[in-house]
């Protein structure tokens, strides 16, 4: 749990762990977060909550386990909260620093019963956030997935996300000031991972498709070529050629156009 320190450089900020309902959507979320932050609510209280303090028990041993794999003590800033150099409003709680990499290292404890695609999207919030208020270009995501090991995938910054989520803070923020409950505003696409791999052998759809595809190459083929061949026979000063059931015109500028005569 955070400690008392911890939840004092937090206090009246918008931190990692709370920016994610600002992107979501999420509309009782946010109107939550809103009481919270003017003093009408008290916060969430997670005490009782499994997976939470399973997360809190088990991330010493996670941040253990990054640096024993890369066989070199690489990481610091434990707990430390990090103030936005720009937004006094903004900061976030670093579970720990790869100084190697210069980037966060944010450590989850999942049941293991989903991808870890999905993982990755519920965390994207929080990991963009970490990246805007450190500067970092990449974030370390450790997850313990059900009693495996932990898999680390880097996750890139996304700058447009990040310029987003910044401005719908400042407008969370202004509201907050002003004790103006905030406009829900809609879901925000989450950073694409351009780098994953689908296996489609079981779609249907896909599958009509590519046979399809592969029963019409050379068809395609064979008409572009006798398109350029028909092209090429039209005279100069012909404004149209037709016969055989097709028609080549010549528009204003000269561009010529095939298609079945009518």
Known sequence: MLTKTQLEAREGKLTASRIAVLMNGDAAGILRLYKEMIGEEQPEDLSAVWPVQLGTVTEALNLHWYEMKAAVEIVTRQGKVVQHPQHEWAACTLDGWDKALDCPIECKHVGGREPLEVVIDRYQPQMQWQMECTGAKQCALSVIMGA???????????????????????????????????????????????????????????????????????????????????????????????????????????????????
């Open 148 to 262: 495996n090991a932990p898999v680390v995938e880097y996750i890139e910054r996304d700058a447009t996300y990040a310029a987003e989520m910044v401005k719908r803070g400042r407008q969370f923020m202004v509201c907050v000031a002003a004790r103006i409950p905030p406009v829900v505003l809609d879901a925000v696409p989450l950073p694409a991972d351009a780098s994953k791999i689908y296996e489609m052998e079981g779609n249907n759809a896909w599958s009509a498709a590519a046979a399809d595809w592969l029963d019409t190459r050379e068809a395609k083929a064979k008409n572009a070529e006798a398109e350029k061949i028909l092209k090429a026979m039209v005279p100069a000063d012909a404004k149209k050629c037709h016969g055989h059931a097709i028609q080549i015109t010549r528009d204003r500028a000269g561009r010529l156009s095939l298609r079945e005569a009518t």
